[in-house]
């Protein structure tokens, strides 16, 4: 193994240790989707948490990296999205890569510059989408529909946490790009 390899292991481990530590919650809750859960998994407790950020953006980092996506921005639906893009952003640019983050809105604003993708511009840039956690994929799509509409081409879209509640097979039959995840529930003991 080399020193590179063992520092991602080490990255993703001790990410892995927070999120359970730090974000999952075992109560009855309704997710913005509607559906009813016995657990809650809070990724701005990881996403705005002072060590857990860094490794968001490394992990993430490598996970596209490993599925080959290449991409010149990240970004996704604020708010969930807005911290997984801005730790990708500085983990790329710790690793001397040029990789910027936007914001997406709900919907187009209608004064100013109307835009409702917020940053630099992604048009003709391949992107790639980011949340926090999916659970039906609402959000995601939504914001590859923004981008989209804003010129930019989607490569894929990335999770830190996979519900496996059909995000995936949805995202990837809508979207038509790859969808991926640095973690499964089931690695969460949530099976």
């Not at 709900?106 to 003709?124: W, Y």
């Amino acid at each position: 193994m080399t020193a590179e390899t063992s520092a991602q292991t080490t990255d993703r481990s001790r990410l892995l240790e927070l999120i359970k530590e730090l974000a999952v919650v075992h109560e009855r809750v309704t997710l913005s989707s509607g559906v009813e859960a016995d657990y809650y998994i809070d990724l701005r407790r990881i996403t705005l948490h002072h060590e857990a950020s860094v490794l968001v953006g490394r992990v993430m980092l490598q996970l596209l990296d490993d599925a080959g996506i290449a991409f010149e921005a990240a970004g996704g639906l604020t708010m969930g999205a807005d911290p997984v893009g801005t730790a990708v952003m500085h983990a790329a640019s710790g690793a001397g890569r040029p990789i910027d983050a936007f914001v997406v809105r709900k919907t187009q604003k209608t004064h100013g510059m109307g835009r409702q993708v917020e940053g630099p511009d992604v048009s003709g840039r391949p992107v790639v989408v980011l949340e926090d956690t999916s659970t039906t994929g609402g959000s995601a799509l939504t914001a590859v529909e923004g981008v989209r509409r804003a010129g930019g081409d989607v490569q894929a879209v990335a999770v830190i946490v996979d519900r496996s509640t059909g995000s995936k097979e949805r995202i990837e039959s809508e979207a038509g790009v790859p969808y991926l995840f640095a973690f499964g529930k089931d690695e969460l003991g949530l099976d």
